[in-house]
């Protein structure tokens, strides 16, 4: 049964689980909490992959104190499995709790209960479910990779007040603030992948990388069916920052894939007859790689496809107190777009931010039924 104060402490696990962001990926964001007596004498969170869960970085925290008889607030299941770390149960059954307080079920199959299962049948009180919605959302990306295999795909784009992503000849730097660019900078920080449309990879040559690096190196990915990246590009040039993965057809001409396999690329082969089921071949396989979140900047016609199979799950839109003008200039979502404006998705939890004098909009469709907060 929860209590009064099981919210508040689990709201100090969910805080320290965030820390985690980037350095943990695949696997989840998870902070415990150990109260005795009404006062907290241990925290930990999960803080890099292949090392110590949270509840064990919590217990060594609390050195010699016996913790018999205490609370131990999670914001994960406890883990029953030997993986790269042994099993969290374990570590709590050996500190031998009264009382196990657990915001979410782990959706991992070899868990999924049953760690739950095991601190019960050791005749500890486990609570399910405080702070249920905030857990889930916090790890809205490791849920939507255990429930579709596929990885949180996050769509940025800069636009002038008027909807522009470039004037009608494409000129496109800068449209947002200083401020505005290292916030992207951050986000790229903690993301596995960043990807863009071969027409961009094409016309606007970016580099794709962190400045300065984050907490992890994300592969630049060119969706680029034809293997059309030219060998002369800053992607290829700066190979020796990041990866850079090609996704191409497997109709693609053969001396087109050796080149750039022979200029260090990595490709990845998309089966189908169309971008759509191309896409969806590489978020698979992206996902199959162990990636978490995938960051999206363009250009229009790959966002617009994104946008058309309900692939977005989040969107980071940041507008310019600029105009451009111009009725041939594109906007951020290409594709085949809505006949009526009523049936036009409503973003959901989004916040509003300011970077220098650019607006930051942060929201979430709703597509893959997760959310994140960030």
Known sequence: MAIAD?????GRALELARQGLGHVEPNPMVGCVIVQNGTIVGEGYHQQFGQPHAEVNAIANCGDASLEGSTFYVTLEPCCHHGKTP???DALLKARPARVVIAQQDPFPRVQGG???ILRDAGMEVVVGVCGDEAKQLNAAYRKRQKTGKPWVIAKWAMTLDGKLAT????SKWISSPEARAEVHRIRGYCDGIMVGSTTARLDDPLLTTRPPGSRTAARIVFDSQASLSESSQLIATLDQAPVIVAVSSTARPERLERLRHAG???IICEGTDHAARAESLLQQ???RGMTNLLVEGGSQLLGLLWDQRQIDEVVAFVATKIAGGSDAISPIGGHGLTNMEDALQLQSTTLRTFGDTICLQG???????????
């Open 364 to 374: 979430f469709t709703g597509f893959s039924d997760e959310q994140s907060l960030r």
């Open 168 to 171: 009608a000849n494409g000129s």
């Open 6 to 10: 099981d919210a508040h402490y689990m």
């Open 87 to 89: 099993p969290c149960t």
């Open 286 to 288: 992206l996902g199959e």
């Open 115 to 117: 760690g739950i299962k």
């Open 265 to 267: 690329c990595d490709l």
